[in-house]
């Protein structure tokens, strides 16, 4: 070997110590999750009878989220399967709010509940009093039974409804518009011109400022004097943004990039997607700055939480991902996978013991207390 | 988990040449022992991020480069040939990754007009604690990742030009100048 490869053999790179501690146990647990192939023997022959009837069983049993957990435990970088979630029970605490073509489901510890008909999405009032809906030109806004109390209409589709912190206003778009409604259907006025990504309101009490794309271009207003607070630039179209809790942190994911601005729409951090993958969606979680950012492989996904600039990888998975939302209390995050809903314990390590799945009916939406 | 390599199996053996503890650490590993496994991570796994970070210089990236290229090779290991060693085998799938995202990041430099801030200023590269990395990082692509790979990778010049798909000439006159403007920036 030249010298040159032994004093580059004996360097360390920059994050190398770091991704190390990250990466070791991942190899480790992938090699207990993968039995060998002298044990798989072994096991198959000790196991044939009892398995033939089990699958007997698990034929009239399972759901199609079963299927769906079944197709990820084969890939998986985990020591244990995830646990179809008992029907009187929701890890996380709250109310999860689910919507497609069967209606509009209220999930709680007490099971789901369907509380409205077919809808197109919904959203939380901040503490979980109504539930903004919308149904094609229509925004609708009712009870957590389903109760309506208001609505209205558009010409063009309403989408990506989006409740103020302080519960006084809705944000939604509509017609390459965000609009803006009072809570209680009054005052309906079009902010300004936007597309793509879902508005997103930054938190804090104080003050009204709404966050929302137009073009490449990421926006933040005050809805007050609907002054331009800052407008910066994408490479593409976002498909998210999030504020971090403290207001201070905005998430802006592009297809290729993720970039970190400050408050005053500066750039913070960027950071590409590797070759072959594409970025999903990704949100900060409820308190402090760590986030999520979901990433798609063909038809595989990947959820990556990031603790400041610490990636930790947790888990592969067979289907794509189309919502993300954390619990209430922030402990539990919730994947919507296809027909199913998965529930995440960020704060477990890689192995992620303790992931729970259940039928979603209809697409994840939010999860309120 | 941590794997006291005073005790685990076959890997342990100190005094056999390396060759033949990486082969008990390839058994181990296919009979799901993870002790062979901490072993393999342990030998190649620190070179694997390395070279993927000379070649991406993006830390983020870089892990995942070597992340999954070890994965997929344990993934895969039931169809690697034991006979031969598994170093090779696991450079060759994270040299692959890597030169695929440094061709997907410059083809985004080229249509993209913002800057790529993740990648790291020349003033950081140059901050870097070891001057030898810090040289070779501040190299440009053409000449920085034939030398990651021959030199930390041990690629021949000839698995260089075919990684690389270009002239084995090439890639010998790219190292000779890399090699030349390291040896100035050092001295």
């Known amino acids: 070997m030249s010298d040159l490869g032994r004093r580059l053999r004996h360097a360390r790179a920059p994050g190398e110590e770091a991704a190390f501690r990250r990466a070791h146990p991942l190899a480790l647990a992938l090699v207990r999750a993968a039995p060998s192939r002298r044990r798989r023997r072994r096991r198959a022959l000790r196991m044939l009878a009892p398995v033939l009837a089990a699958l007997l069983v698990a034929g009239l049993l399972l759901t199609s989220a079963g299927a769906d957990v079944r197709s990820w435990i084969s890939d998986a970088v985990t020591t244990s399967k995830p646990e179809p979630v008992r029907p009187q029970t929701l890890p996380g605490g709250g109310r999860l709010l689910t919507a497609g073509r069967d209606g509009l489901f209220v999930r709680t510890a007490q099971g789901p509940h369907r509380i409205f008909g077919d809808v197109g999405e919904a959203a939380w009032s901040p503490r979980g009093l109504f539930v903004a809906v919308t149904r094609g030109i229509e925004l609708i806004v009712v009870s957590p039974r389903g109760e309506r109390r208001w609505s209205l209409h558009h010409r063009a589709p309403i989408r990506h409804p989006a409740w103020a912190p302080i519960g006084y206003q809705i944000a939604y778009l509509s017609g390459g518009g965000v609009h803006l409604v009072d809570g209680d259907g009054s005052d309906d006025a079009r902010l300004a011109a936007a597309d793509g990504a879902a508005p997103v309101w930054r938190p804090a009490r104080s003050h009204s400022q709404l966050t929302y794309a137009r073009g490449r271009t990421v926006v933040l207003s005050d809805t007050i004097d609907r002054r331009v607070l800052f407008a910066t630039r994408a490479a593409r179209r976002p498909l998210a943004l999030s504020w971090s809790a403290d207001g201070k942190r905005l998430l802006v994911v592009e297809r290729d990039r993720i970039q970190l601005l400050n408050q005053f729409g500066a750039r913070l951090h960027t950071s590409h997607a590797p070759a072959g993958t594409h970025n999903v969606t990704g949100m900060f979680a409820r308190t402090g700055r760590d986030w999520t950012l979901v990433r798609g492989q063909g038809a595989s996904s990947r959820l990556l939480l990031v603790n400041g600039q610490d990636t930790v990888k947790v888990l592969e998975l067979a289907g794509r991902v189309d919502g993300v939302t954390y619990s209430p209390r922030g402990d539990w995050l919730a994947l919507g996978v296809g027909r199913s809903v998965w529930l995440v314990r960020p704060g477990y390590h890689a192995g992620l013991r303790g992931v729970h799945t259940m039928p979603a009916h209809g697409r994840l939406m939010d999860w309120a207390p | ?187």
């Not at chain 2, 390395?50 to 344990?74: N, T, Y």
């Not at chain 2, 006979?83 to 060759?92: K, Q, S």
């Not at chain 2, 990395?133 to 021959?150: G, W």
């Open chain 2, 1 to 187: 988990m941590v794997v006291d390599a005073d005790t685990a199996p076959v890997v342990l053996l100190r005094n056999a040449p390396r060759s033949w503890r990486e082969r008990g650490a390839v058994r181990a590993a296919l009979r799901g022992d993870a002790a062979g496994v901490d072993w393999l991570f342990r030998e190649h796994w620190p070179a694997a991020y390395r070279a993927a970070w000379l070649i991406v210089r993006d830390e983020a990236a870089a892990e995942d480069i070597a992340q999954e290229g070890f994965l997929a090779a344990l993934g895969a290991l039931e169809r690697f040939d034991r006979a031969r060693p598994f170093g090779p085998w696991l450079r060759t799938i994270v040299a692959r990754r890597a030169i695929d995202a440094a061709r997907a990041r410059a083809v985004r430099r080229e249509v993209g007009a913002e800057p790529l801030n993740a990648l790291p200023a020349r003033e950081e590269l140059a901050g870097l604690p070891d001057d030898v990395l810090a040289a070779v990082a501040l190299l440009p692509d053409e000449q920085r990742i034939p030398i990651a790979l021959r030199h930390l990778l041990g690629f021949t010049p000839g698995e260089i030009a075919e990684l690389l798909d270009l002239p084995r000439g090439t890639v010998n006159s790219r190292l000779r100048r890399g090699l030349d403007a390291l040896s100035e920036a050092l001295t």
